[in-house]
Structure formats: structure tokens, C-alpha cells
DNA sequence: TTTACAGCAGGTGGGTTGTT
DNA sequence: AACAACCCACCTGCTGTAAA
């Protein structure tokens, strides 16, 4: 069966969607997200017509992502009426595997970080590399926060602006509060640039000129912020600009995270920002 | 009091255009 | 070719309001 199936082309790297070949467990498991049991001349190429294909699509439980298929294939003739079920109890064992080892892995990670989460006074959450919370003590927060990334900001719901420490498998999250400010020094020379200074870490990191052009808006409008409209209006001379305003702003709250707040647009609690001119005769 | 709905603000993926 | 800037379309979430 085995030496058959190579001839129909089930091997590594063979490409079995519906664009491909038709109609076929496979691809069409796929297309659909569901269940798919094909007999005989259901397939759409004669050769597979002496085939039953049974698939069954698997998905991560963490995130609902489609991951691929199971798929049964034999002869049409062999088609037992478990097969079905065998295919959907794979597919059952595959997720709860994947769910196993993601649970372990949090376990691992909050053992790692407990030496220094007894260290730790105040909100402080142990994630993983995708935001997967592992701890968090202080604030609920749900199963899962923005993805951190070393020399970024996040923020967090109930923690505010945080800064993520790396850990050997994960991040340690604490929030920027109280004395824990972050400082932004914002170079208006030719080439923007931005030094973020959060607890004993430092990094600079270059922003394009509008981006720049914006944080310096945002830091003149004060705590009250600035409206969708009224940047559209100070950036373009008109308020007929707000999807490219709102745009601009998303990118930067994507570079900087937490560091800009939203409704209105503000720089966050805890962040101070002073502006300078490094080029001579800069305005 | 609850629910459904509309309107609005804001977020974001992707396409286009202009510049370097 | 790569990048920045701009724009559009579509989505989500919040809020106010009317109806049940």
C-alpha cells in the first residue's frame, strides 16, 4: 500500500491542496476547516478513484491556528466505518499533546523564574517569548499579553507601561511606575533618533521623521493629549487627514509600545520626554 | 433592566506613490 | 530595490439610545 501510495504522490513535500489536484481529503480538510471522508470517484483524479481518504484538520488549542491535517488513506474497498473516528481521535490526541507541552513549558518557566520572583516586591508577570503568561502576581491579566521583545516597551492591562527583562526561556514584566519612570530623550537632528531609559536599561533607536514629528506633538499637547483630529490639523494644516494620522500613530505604537497612549493620544503615565536638537541651526 | 442596534474612534493589513 | 509616507477598506471595541 505504501509502494501504491508513493505513486499517487503521498510523499514528503508533495502538495495535495484543492488548487493542486481537486478534490481530495487533504485539500479539501483544508478549504473547509472540517471533517472531509472522500470515496472513490469523489476524488477528482481518476488514479486516487480506488482510495477512500479520511482527513481531519488539527488546529492549536492555544491559539485556533490551523496547523495541518490527519489524513487515513486505503484501499475503497477496506473502508471500515471507524475510520472516521480513528482520524478525529488522532486529531483529539494531537491537540491535547500540543496542550500538554505548552502547560509544561509555563511550569518550567515559572519554576526558572521563582528564585527571582521571591526577589521581586510589586506586579510582576513571567512570560513566555509569545506572551504566554506563565506567573503573574499583583494584577490579573489573562492568559496571554503582546509578545515582548528585548528594547521595547509594552503595555500591559492593569500594569501600564512595562519594560520586559529577559529571563533564560521568557521575560520578567514589572511596570513602570512611581519612581520606575521611563525617560525618552527625543533628537530632532537630520537623522530622529530616540534614547529610552527604563530602570537600569538603556537603548536608542532611530524613528523616522514624522514618528518624530509626532512624539513632539504629543509631548507639547501635555497629560490632555491630542485628538485624532488635532494631530491630523497640526501635521497636515488640515483635519482631513485622520486615517493617515491614525495610521502614523498605530505604526509608532507598534514600534514603541506602551510608550503612547490612546483616546486621546498622549504620551503614557510614567513616560517623560524631553526633546533635543542635535544638528547645529536645527530648528 | 436587558438587549439590539447605530455611530464613532481607533487599529491594522495591504496597496500605491514618491524619493533615495 | 528599498524605504517612507500616505491612503483605503475593513475590522474591533466602546458608548449612547431606543425598544422590549
Known amino acids: 500500500m505504501r509502494r501504491r501510495a508513493d505513486t499517487l504522490g503521498f510523499t514528503e513535500g508533495a502538495v495535495w491542496t484543492e488548487a493542486q489536484v481537486g478534490t481530495n481529503a487533504i485539500g479539501t480538510a483544508l478549504a473547509e476547516v472540517a471533517p472531509v471522508e472522500l470515496l472513490s470517484g469523489e476524488h477528482f483524479e481518476q488514479d486516487q478513484h480506488t482510495w477512500y481518504c479520511t482527513a481531519c484538520p488539527v488546529h492549536d488549542p492555544r491559539t485556533g491556528d490551523l496547523l495541518g491535517v490527519i489524513d487515513i488513506s486505503g484501499p475503497a474497498l477496506t473502508l471500515h466505518p471507524a475510520i472516521g473516528a480513528l482520524a478525529e481521535t488522532g486529531r483529539r490526541l494531537m491537540e491535547a499533546q500540543i496542550w500538554r507541552c505548552h502547560q509544561e513549558h509555563l511550569e518550567r518557566l515559572r519554576q526558572s523564574a521563582e528564585p527571582l520572583l521571591a526577589a521581586t516586591s510589586g506586579p510582576a508577570l513571567v512570560v513566555d517569548d509569545h506572551g504566554w503568561v506563565a506567573h503573574s502576581s499583583g494584577v490579573a491579566v489573562g492568559a496571554r499579553i503582546p509578545a515582548p521583545a528585548a528594547r521595547q516597551t509594552l503595555a500591559v492591562p492593569g500594569y501600564g507601561v512595562c519594560v520586559p527583562e529577559r529571563l533564560p526561556n521568557g521575560w520578567l514584566v514589572r511596570p513602570y511606575s512611581g519612581g520606575r519612570k521611563v525617560l525618552l530623550e527625543l533628537d530632532l537632528s537630520s537623522a530622529p533618533s530616540l534614547q529610552v531609559q527604563a530602570g537600569d536599561t538603556a537603548w536608542r533607536r532611530l524613528v523616522t521623521k514624522r514618528h518624530a514629528e509626532i512624539l513632539a506633538l504629543l509631548h507639547r499637547a501635555g497629560p490632555a493629549g491630542m485628538s485624532a483630529e488635532a494631530l491630523s490639523q497640526a501635521l497636515f494644516g488640515d483635519t482631513g487627514h485622520l486615517i493617515a494620522a491614525r ?37
Open 247 to 283: 495610521a502614523e500613530v498605530s505604526r509608532l505604537r507598534r514600534q514603541l509600545g506602551g510608550i503612547v497612549a490612546t483616546r486621546p493620544y498622549r504620551l503614557a503615565d510614567g513616560v517623560r520626554l524631553t526633546v533635543t536638537h542635535g544638528d547645529a541651526g536645527e530648528p
